[in-house]
């Protein structure tokens, strides 16, 4: 079967709308898979098959309110293997602790964060991009502001037209719990993460085009040979012709992290650049360092997932914090235990405690106030 089609069928069967014949055909390849030279699934897909029956398994014995890392399981097989490490080490905190009364003290769940941003015009004028209706926004000299869905907004301009409104910025505001698409006067496509903005001219009319951004903002840069593309976040600057790479600058995170997917980026930091490759990540202080980057788990969130590799808990709170737009508590001495593992960022809060839950992690939910107890 198709590496597409087969998580396609995987993803249904999670959500329960696999009919009897998908069902059937799932188990028939899982009872190959420790069958010599049986097997006719490549290992991605055998990784991802043991562990959606792992979940079945655990459900069925320990009736343990289910983990379902749903959707991009087809895009990220990666997250099988971590949400396996999961579920295994939780039924091992089950049998040890017993049954972990957590998400009880979720008395109202808390929904996800969805399509929300302001808008603001070069005027003041702030437009709620929530509830506008699709359609032109505003008219800017030779610029229109154009709504096409309830996710995006592109910047549309009439070349033929010369009245270009000259040295105007408009700025897209995401706030917590909120996600936004915008389309750039040049083609440039940005997605803005929770709890981040990108300021950027009515037209690109000199010879770079220079936006500035807070928060996290995954891009893909139209190409133009002749005018750089500079993005300018805590401090330093980001130079690139045309690429694909995410930025993440939130003033409670330790380091601006810049990550490369396509292309080649220049990253100046105190008069000190360094160059970033495909792969690569570029983590900034007061300094440059250049590591291998987790490309999957970086850009996550842009693909509708929450994700946390090796995380310490402070830093899956403060994810948390941004997509559930609550305010995080602590109670007792914090762990700094490591976790791994990954959930839809269409799930409600309770699904992700969940799963910290398993980990013998105590939480309790009052308004929007996350106490977090170990």
Do not use: C
Not at 67 to 92: C, D, E, Q
Not at 261 to 266: I, P
């Amino acid at each position: 079967m198709e590496q597409h089609s087969f998580f396609e069928l995987i993803d249904k069967y999670l959500a329960g709308k696999a009919t009897r014949e998908e069902q059937s055909l799932l188990e028939e390849y899982y009872k190959r898979l420790d069958k010599n030279n049986q097997s006719t699934l490549t290992p991605e897909q055998e990784q991802a098959l043991r562990q959606l029956m792992l979940q079945n398994i655990r459900r069925e014995i320990h009736h343990i309110p289910s983990i379902t890392p749903v959707k991009r399981i087809n895009y990220f097989t990666r997250y099988a293997a971590a949400a396996v490490v999961l579920i295994a080490f939780g039924i091992s905190a089950y049998l040890y602790f017993g049954k972990p009364e957590t998400v009880a003290s979720v008395k109202k769940d808390i929904a996800p964060g969805g399509n929300k941003a302001v808008l603001t015009l070069g005027n003041g004028r702030q437009i709620t991009l929530e509830g506008a209706k699709n359609g032109d926004l505003a008219q800017q000299g030779a610029t229109t502001v154009h709504k096409t869905d309830n996710s995006l907004v592109a910047y549309q301009v009439d070349k033929s037209d010369n009245d270009a409104v000259a040295n105007e910025f408009n700025t897209i505001t995401t706030p917590r719990g909120g996600q936004y698409q915008v389309i750039l006067p040049d083609g440039t496509h940005a997605w803005l993460n929770a709890a981040s903005s990108i300021r950027f001219p009515v037209t690109f009319s000199g010879k770079v085009r220079n936006v500035e951004t807070t928060g996290e903002v995954y891009f893909e840069v139209a190409k133009d040979a002749h005018k750089p593309f500079n993005v300018i976040s805590a401090g330093q600057t980001i130079t690139v012709l045309g690429t694909h790479f995410n930025i993440m600058a939130y003033p409670e995170e330790s380091s601006v992290i810049t990550t490369l997917l396509e292309g080649s980026v220049k990253i100046t930091k105190n008069n000190v650049s360094k160059i970033l490759k495909p792969g690569e990540q570029a983590l900034v202080n007061q300094d440059i360092k250049i590591m291998p980057a987790d490309v999957d788990d970086a850009v996550a969130w842009k693909n509708g997932i929450t994700s946390f590799n090796d995380a310490d808990i402070k830093s899956i709170m403060r994810k948390v914090s941004r997509w559930y737009d609550v305010d995080v508590e602590y109670q007792g001495q914090i762990s700094s235990r490591l976790f791994t593992g990954s959930i839809s960022r269409k799930s409600n809060l309770s699904g992700l405690l969940k799963i910290l839950a398993l980990n013998h992690i105590q939480f309790s939910v009052e308004g929007k106030r996350l106490i977090v107890k170990q």
